[in-house]
DNA sequence: CTGTATCCAGTTGGATACTG
DNA sequence: CAGTATCCAACTGGATACAG
């Protein structure tokens, strides 16, 4: 990957196309509705199917099994059974999972820091479409 | 948001369950399947809508015009229109948008040192399920 | 050139019932 | 307890045609 640019402002780091095709791949999966929520709740530590279940609001159970599958086929977590009856099974972040949490934690980082400002930019777009902007003469308007 | 917990290895950083929500929203955004590479394209500078059609293989005109009305309506990106004939419009990255670059190369790191470990564990997993787990009066044993 | 409109197939995910 | 199976509604995104 080609991080630097020096034609760029503030030598900003930018992703490129190859980059972004392997990004996808992980955004198929964290960019679902719940996985976050399952490596949230396992980062601090193991837990059993029905310890997630009842730990994140709204989850069926159909879509925490697969969810835990799609993360298990990753290699972001272990399923370990316990034969006993009643049957337990607990979930575990990898080492691999461990590690993606510094990336999850600079977006909801940065999620956090700046969801009054997105609000703020939904409310304008939302009342009567964006300031809208345009160019004439090499001089821009952005409307009022 | 409470980042510290002390009673985990190595101080790891964690996401919480009110952090997962307003990072659901960004995913909901970024997690599509076109807005990284438009954030990609527009890093490296302004573009018009056919040069990031052209430079974004695959991409339809119906999903880029959607897909950057929604970055668009999130203050990611602004749309400035030069009423000429023909017409010409260019999208840019905003402030906020810049300092979203941040944490998604944080992403597109991860993803590009961890591709090939992920392929693995999707190799692993799919012939014949993941190396299944047992645990017998407290020992795990993983099969063979 | 930069869109909008329509149609339509595939996917996602919720509800519910059933099982070892 | 920890799943699986089935059904179905909603959403996503591609193809195509048309417009200012």
Request: glycine share 6%.
């Amino acid at each position: 990957m080609s991080l630097s640019h020096i034609d760029l402002p503030k030598d900003m780091p930018q992703p490129d196309a190859e980059g972004c095709q392997a990004t996808r791949e992980i955004l198929d999966r964290i960019g679902d509705k719940w996985s976050l929520y399952i490596i949230a709740t396992l980062a601090n530590g193991a837990r059993r199917f029905n310890e997630l279940k009842r730990g994140i609001d709204g989850i069926s159970q159909r879509m925490l099994t697969l969810t835990l599958r799609g993360l298990e086929r990753d290699g972001l977590l272990t399923r370990t059974m316990y034969p006993t009856i009643p049957p337990r099974v607990d979930y575990e972040l990898t080492a691999l999972g461990m590690t993606l949490l510094g990336p999850v934690m600079s977006l909801v980082n940065w999620a956090n820091a700046n969801k009054s400002a997105i609000s703020e930019a939904h409310r304008r777009f939302d009342e009567e479409s964006e300031p809208e902007r345009i160019s004439v003469q090499g001089v821009i308007y952005q409307r009022r």
